[in-house]
């Protein structure tokens, strides 16, 4: 009854009476039988995507999947006092010496890296006036935004690795951005 099998992308986490005692590696393992030992299988190896101001939803009339714009996550301010539309992804995974932090630390992982990923972007955006913004300040606000994510995923101890954030759309509101061509054709 102690033997257990930790697939390619997981990593066996046991408990003993509730407290973590050790991490094992994918393949055949062993624990003490379960009122003593049990088992999480947290898949730690597996890096996951998460996009923010956007989501995909299923399309049966086109069979497939297709884009939804969500606005109350892509509208910034931006430190002169302009709105931009970001859509972005950030790739996640979970530390491999952080796995126990990562099950015990935080209640959702996914909702945390979320509002962290957000309130990142949102400070970062904040900071810069639209222009560079929409033009080439791309690499800089993708890695300030790393940076700024991965300090406070571990002040919160959450065991818990960016691996790249990557912008997607970078433009000015829906509302305004023909009268915003118009003003950088003139210019």
């Known amino acids: 009854s102690g033997f257990f099998r930790v697939q390619s992308e997981e990593l066996g986490v046991v408990l003993r009476f509730g407290k ?17 030992e049990t088992v999480l299988l947290p898949k730690a190896l597996r890096v996951s995507t998460l ?30 006092e302009n709105i931009v539309d970001v859509d972005f992804t950030v790739l ?9 932090n990562f099950l015990f630390n935080i209640q959702n992982p996914e909702g ?23 033009t080439g300040a791309r690499t800089t606000i993708e890695t300030g935004v790393q940076e700024l994510m991965q300090k406070t995923l571990d002040h919160y101890g959450a065991g818990i690795q960016v691996s790249q954030v990557q912008m997607q759309k970078v433009d000015p509101p829906t509302q305004v951005i023909d009268s915003f061509r118009d003003v950088q054709a003139a210019r």
Request: glycine share 8%; no cysteine.
């Open 20 to 36: 973590h005692v050790r991490t094992v590696q994918p393949g055949l393992n062993y624990h003490l039988p379960y009122p003593i």
């Open 51 to 80: 996009s923010i101001g956007m989501s995909l939803i299923e399309d049966p009339a086109r069979r497939g999947r297709t884009m939804r714009d969500v606005p109350e996550e892509s509208l910034m301010l931006t430190g002169d």
């Open 92 to 100: 996640w995974r979970i530390k491999p010496d952080g796995v126990g």
């Open 112 to 134: 945390t890296v979320k509002a962290v990923a957000e309130s990142a972007m949102r400070e970062v955006i904040g900071r810069q006036p639209i222009q560079p913004i929409l």
